[in-house]
């Protein structure tokens, strides 16, 4: 099955920084990458995704990119303010008979420090 | 937008007892419910995916006698845990999607405390 690992499993940054969390995947049948946004003890919160068509897609201050070749996609984070303190998870849907199946990275707790 | 509602929000419940966690798609139909448990500071991991009007397909290593998933509407999707002991405690969430473009709503989570 598919394997989604990602890098790093903490992030520190000063406000205003940028902040990028890496992942790869294994399966390359897999075209949806989204990139969650947890906050303790709430659902996850769609912040960005990604299909296996593009390259590379932005959205105000956060963008994704993504290398199918060497199977991983990144999530930019340009300005970094507090409120984006939070973990980070990035998933992959793999193809075939387990189409829509998310499997998720293990999380970046990600603390933006005013 | 989708909105998916998934009931109670936090259950304590005694050890050897059943519990049992509803998740509703409130304005789309749910071709397929997925349903994840969260250990403290770890990542979600699928127990089992759930298709309307069929059995659910369990990953590995989750017991299909223990953790009971009923799919019985495109709107209902249900998960029992039977004979629950303390290392069942856990965070359960559950996640429905449509057929396309591909979206996944989350449920808001169960906080499930076995004592």
């Known amino acids: 099955g598919e394997n989604v690992e990602q890098h790093p499993s903490t992030l520190s940054v000063q406000e205003g920084d940028s902040a990028v969390i890496k992942c790869t995947y294994s399966?390359?049948?897999?075209?949806?990458f989204p990139w969650y946004k947890q906050e303790l003890g709430k659902r996850p919160q769609l912040i960005i995704d990604?299909?296996?068509?593009?390259g590379e897609k932005k959205d105000q201050r956060i963008a994704v990119t993504l290398n199918k070749t060497a199977k991983h996609f990144s999530l930019h984070i340009t300005e970094t303010q507090p409120e984006d303190s939070a973990v980070y998870f990035c998933?992959?849907?793999?193809?075939?008979?387990?189409?829509?199946?998310?499997?998720f990275g293990q999380g970046t707790i990600l603390t933006v420090h005013p | 937008g989708a909105v998916v509602s998934q009931h109670p929000s936090r259950v304590i419940c005694k050890s050897g007892t059943s519990v049992k966690i509803e998740c509703r798609s409130l304005?789309?139909?749910?071709?397929?419910m997925f349903w994840y448990r969260q250990f403290p500071k770890q990542s979600l991991m699928l127990m089992a995916t759930s298709n309307e009007g069929s059995k659910a397909t369990y990953e590995q290593g989750v017991e299909k006698d223990k953790f009971l998933i009923n799919h019985a509407s495109l709107t209902l999707s249900t998960l029992t845990v039977t004979s629950a002991h303390p290392e069942d405690s856990s965070f359960y969430i559950c996640?429905?999607?449509?057929?396309?473009?591909?979206?996944?709503?989350f449920g808001s989570g169960t906080r499930l405390t076995v004592v």
């Open positions: 998933a992959a849907t793999p193809g075939g008979t387990s189409y829509g199946k998310l499997t």
């Open positions: 990604i299909r296996s068509n593009v």
């Open positions: 996640s429905a999607t449509d057929s396309a473009p591909i979206g996944y709503t």
């Open positions: 304005d789309f139909q749910a071709t397929t």
């Open positions: 399966d390359s049948a897999s075209n949806y």
